[in-house]
T-cell receptor, first 115, second 109 residues
Framework: EAGVAQSPRYKIIEKRQSVAFWCNPI?????LYWYQQILGQGPKLLIQ????????DSQLPKDRFSAERLKGVDSTLKIQPAKLEDSAVYLC?????????????FGNGTRLTVT | RKEVEQDPGPFNVPEGATVAFNCTYS??????FFWYRQDCRKEPKLLMS???SGNEDGRFTAQLNRASQYISLLIRDSKLSDSATYLC??????????FGAGTRLFVKA
């Protein structure tokens, strides 16, 4: 089974610039998550999709972050404009159903450095 | 109080040692529990689910104590390859999954 695909692996931008990340979940997985992981911390949920609908975006800084999941498959996460504190690894994960017993499968992540 | 709390460590143990981590949670409505493992600069991967009756997978044993609201992970006969960060994860129902900050383990020869 192919895993969760993310791109790019690394990105370096200057503050106030914009950046976009892409994620392709495991085929057939209904639920897609974007997490932000700052060094030394656990992953923090930014947004969760169930098919192409948003289930939880309570921790997404909506003034600068946006995300969409087109046709319930691929997803993009955008930051505009970026701040220094956005430097982190952005992890995409998917799960088959999203219910409580459905484990998460993570992609390799995108390491963002904002200078 | 954080929803999920873990001792960040690091735990430094020799090969062959037994080591245990605890994780406490504040939401008594939490329904499902997991341990994930994260290697340095890698993505988290599911290690094992945690069941009310306790469960074992080789050298790893996970337990849940709902009364005291904590889960534990016991690693027996530690290997060098066990060095990683162990993340406590819970699902509060309603599709909400929460990660702890992780406990770092270093196993030394």
């Amino acid at each position: 089974e192919a895993g969760v695909a993310q791109s790019p692996r690394y990105k370096i931008i200057e503050k106030r610039q914009s950046v976009a990340f892409w994620c392709n979940p495991i085929s057939g997985h209904a639920t897609l998550y974007w997490y932000q992981q700052i060094l030394g911390q656990g992953p923090k949920l930014l947004i969760q999709f169930q098919n192409n609908g948003v289930v939880d975006d309570s921790q997404l800084p909506k003034d600068r972050f946006s995300a969409e999941r087109l046709k319930g498959v691929d997803s993009t996460l955008k930051i505009q404009p970026a701040k220094l504190e956005d430097s982190a690894v952005y992890l995409c994960a998917s799960s088959q159903t999203g219910d409580q017993d459905s484990p998460l499968h993570f992609g390799n992540g995108t390491r963002l450095t904002v200078t | 109080r954080k929803e999920v709390e873990q001792d960040p460590g690091p735990f430094n143990v020799p090969e062959g040692a037994t080591v245990a981590f605890n994780c406490t949670y504040s939401n008594s409505a939490s329904q499902s529990f997991f341990w994930y493992r994260q290697d340095c600069r890698k993505e988290p991967k599911l290690l094992m689910s945690v069941y009310s009756s306790g469960n074992e997978d080789g050298r790893f044993t996970a337990q849940l104590n709902r009364a005291s609201q904590y889960i534990s992970l016991l690693i027996r006969d530690s290997k060098l390859s066990d060095s990683a960060t162990y993340l406590c994860v819970l699902n509060t129902g309603g599709f909400k999954t929460i990660f702890g900050a992780g406990t770092r383990l270093f196993v030394k020869a």
